[in-house]
């Protein structure tokens, strides 16, 4: 018979936000730690579901779904966070680059790494390099994520690099790009740390890049 967090992965892999809801009060209720709850339940039912993505066996509605149910239970353990001591694997700050408005792609981004245990901060849509900049020093962000959708706003990824060499932060953040129009020799030609196609490749790509095995 399935365990509880068996369960709990499971409806998160289903996009089933009710179930998931419940199955954590119960996990709550039966004093299962909160790390736990996250890491066996609520991580590894997103893990599954960015493999299916990567392997085309879900499309972005079953990930937008899933990554709902996993953010409603994530909010429920959100207040015990702090007192349980668990630390996210890292920080990243993400947002779509200035003068760019779409942010389906970059909340799917966002979703899968806050499902992979990231903190994720997010700076929303038309970003200027100021403001990635700003993050990086006040949240303490290791990585950013630039998501850009239009081939004009493609080189305000450029110039957020150029602001994080001239604020001197560069070699403390890892610079991860993404979006339609991107390609990995874009992503060279910059100067990006990284490149990822889809969600799924932005976690294991933003784990390579911080070094991060887990
Ligand atoms: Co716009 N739009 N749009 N649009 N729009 C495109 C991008 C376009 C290709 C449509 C077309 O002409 N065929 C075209 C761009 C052409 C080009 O530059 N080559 C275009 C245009 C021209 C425009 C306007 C200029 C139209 C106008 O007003 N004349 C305008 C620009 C506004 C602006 O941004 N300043 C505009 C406006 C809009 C809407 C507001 C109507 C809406 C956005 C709504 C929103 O985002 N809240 C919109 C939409 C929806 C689209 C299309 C239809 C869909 C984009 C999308 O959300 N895809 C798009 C055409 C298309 O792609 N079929 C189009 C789904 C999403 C999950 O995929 O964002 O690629 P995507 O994200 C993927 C990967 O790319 C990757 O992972 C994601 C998930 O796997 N990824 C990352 C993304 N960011 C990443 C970051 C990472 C790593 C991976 O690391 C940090």
Same mark, same amino acid.
């Given at each position: %018979?399935?365990? =509880? ?6 409806? !998160? ?7 998931? /809801? ?6 709550? #209720? ?12 609520? &991580?590894?039912? %997103?893990? !599954? ?15 937008? @779904? ?7 239970? %994530? ?13 996210? @694997? ?17 909340? =799917?981004?966002? %979703?899968?790494?806050?499902? #992979? ?13 100021? /403001?990635?900049v700003?993050? &990086? ?18 080189p305000?990824? /450029?110039?957020?690099? #150029?602001?994080?060499?001239? #604020?001197?932060l ?5 610079v ?5 129009? =991107?390609?990995?020799?874009y ?15 932005? !976690? ?11």
């Amino acid at each position: %018979m399935p365990s =509880l967090l068996e369960n709990l992965a499971q409806y !998160v892999i289903d996009g089933n936000a009710q179930k998931a /809801k419940e199955t954590t009060d119960e996990a709550l #209720a039966q004093n299962v730690p909160v790390a736990d709850i996250i890491n066996k339940g609520l &991580v590894a039912g %997103m893990q !599954v579901v960015g493999q299916k993505f990567k392997c085309n066996e879900f499309y972005i509605p079953e990930v937008l @779904i899933a990554a709902r149910a996993m953010k409603q239970s %994530m909010e429920k353990l959100r207040p015990l966070i702090a007192e349980s001591g668990i630390q996210p @694997i890292a920080r990243v700050a993400i947002g779509t680059v200035r003068g760019d408005l779409h942010d389906i792609g970059k909340n =799917l981004v966002g %979703m899968m790494l806050e499902g #992979a245990g990231f903190e994720v901060i997010d700076l929303g849509t038309d970003v200027s390099p100021e /403001k990635f900049v700003e993050a &990086v020093r006040e949240h303490k962000a290791e990585a950013i994520g630039l998501s850009a959708l239009l081939t004009t706003t493609m080189p305000a990824m /450029k110039e957020t690099i #150029a602001a994080l060499e001239e #604020a001197g932060l560069r070699d403390k953040v890892a610079v991860l790009v993404g979006g339609a129009p =991107l390609t990995q020799a874009y992503a060279d030609e910059i100067g990006a740390d990284g490149y990822a196609p889809d969600a799924a490749s932005a !976690v294991d790509t933003a784990k390579q890049l911080l070094r991060i095995t887990a």
